[in-house]
């Protein structure tokens, strides 16, 4: 959890941020807005505010997407003023990182913006006490499970589920037992129900001194549950391109997130969601849970369209009206607490509940490579070597937890 403390100056002080083009001569013509967006909020946004010229009057909104998050990611990287987006919306990991690229232009809020999104998701858009963008939604997944293969309750317990898996292997043709469909990202849950994860928590805050993926109880779990006697993967732990198994009826129990319910439901697949299964009935896997945000880059004001953008972003983005549309759209739960009590989707509203169980995700900590690569990276590695190559995995994970180590103690001094 991000416990610094950030400011948020009031309605005279926001007004006195200075920004170029703000004020737009009436028979001037309407100059564009660029907004960046991946390949899941791209084409929603496309619906919304695409062509729109009533948000920031004087201006006109273009909304332009790409293949995929990892897509966007890499034009972001290389993006110049030249040819660079106006406002960015993605994941909280672009706020830290623009904070210190100087890509992105930290914001002095209004206190009518502040009040309907709670603390944690301005915490969220900060880096070093400054605010880089306004929290859309809750990113974070949920625990899904194929009723036709498994029943219509839940499984209880983490053992439950391997029990099915191993028990029906054969005779159903399964390909895994559980599906991480955004892989490290997505397999925290089960790493946390299993007794790791990522950092230890002191009350509600992270204790970034002390790395839990090699955990004992970790290990000894692991072993029991993801590994046979010899040491090599059972098949049950799934976190890369399985997906398309569960969507199959291969696979009989996933995590991920909202934004792919619809091509679940496509797939003719009858699911329950929840909490990932703990070991025991009383616990449940933590998943990551973070915010999506829209962010004002500086290349606006190189621009000159940074006021429209600031009134894009402020305006709508982080507005009821704006949030509470976007929900509707994506299946996301909102940020903004008044279009959060308008939703009524029971797959949106189990989302919301999962949130509950989750671990805040620090992402300046888990971006950080200062050990040699980040969490994700550094994850992946440990997955590869553990469950397809077959090493031994104390000391996989002891190796993976030396680089975190340094990961977090840099983030830490940072935070």
């Not at 920031?56 to 997407?65: C, E, L």
């Not at 972001?76 to 904070?99: I, M, N, R």
Request: charged share 15%; proline share 4%.
């Amino acid at each position: 959890m991000i416990n610094k403390r950030f400011g948020i100056v009031s309605a005279v002080a926001a007004a006195a941020l200075a920004v170029t083009g703000f004020a737009v001569p009436a028979h001037a013509a309407a100059r564009t807005i660029t907004v960046w967006a991946d390949d899941q909020r791209g084409p929603q946004l496309t619906k919304l505010i695409d062509g729109n010229t009533s948000i920031a009057p004087g201006y006109v909104i273009k909304v332009k997407y790409f293949s995929s998050l990892d897509a966007l990611q890499s034009a972001w990287d290389k993006s110049t003023a030249a040819g660079g987006p106006d406002v960015l919306t993605g994941p909280a990991s672009f706020a830290s990182q623009g904070g210190k690229s100087g890509k992105l232009q930290y914001l002095r809020l209004l206190a009518t913006t502040t009040a309907g999104i709670p603390t944690s998701g301005w915490a969220s858009m900060s880096y070093q006490r400054r605010i880089y963008g306004v929290p859309l939604d809750v990113d974070t997944t949920a625990f899904v499970w194929n009723k036709d293969l498994f029943g219509t309750s839940a499984p209880a317990t983490f053992g439950d589920m391997v029990n099915y898996y191993n028990t029906n292997k054969t005779a159903k043709g399964l390909k895994g037992g559980i599906c991480a469909f955004e892989g490290t990202w997505g397999s925290h849950a089960v790493l946390t129900a299993l007794g790791g994860g990522a950092w230890a928590t002191k009350g509600a805050n992270a204790d970034y001194s002390k790395v839990v993926l090699n955990s004992p109880a970790f290990i000894a779990n692991a072993k029991k549950y993801l590994l046979d006697s010899s040491g090599k993967s059972t098949g049950f732990f799934q976190w890369d391109g399985c997906a398309d198994a569960f969507k199959a009826g291969k696979i009989p129990f996933a995590i991920t997130g909202a934004w792919n319910f619809d091509g679940i439901a496509s797939a003719k697949i009858n699911y329950g969601l929840g909490a990932t299964p703990g070991l025991t009935a009383s616990t449940k896997g933590a998943q990551w849970v973070n915010y999506s945000g829209a962010f004002l880059t500086t290349y606006s004001a190189t621009h000159g369209v940074q006021g429209g953008a600031l009134k894009l972003v402020q305006g709508y983005f982080a507005s009821a009206e704006g949030q509470l549309a976007m929900s509707l759209a994506s299946k996301r739960p909102p940020a903004n607490t008044a279009a959060a009590s308008k939703i009524t989707d029971p797959s949106t509203l189990a989302v919301g509940l999962a949130a509950q169980t989750g671990t805040p995700q620090v992402s300046p900590a888990l971006d950080d490579k200062a050990g040699g690569s980040n969490w994700y990276d550094t994850l992946g590695s440990a997955y590869t070597d553990i469950f397809v190559k077959g090493k031994d995995i104390t000391a996989t994970l002891n190796a993976a937890a030396a680089i975190l180590a340094k990961n977090f103690a840099d983030a830490a001094a940072n935070l």
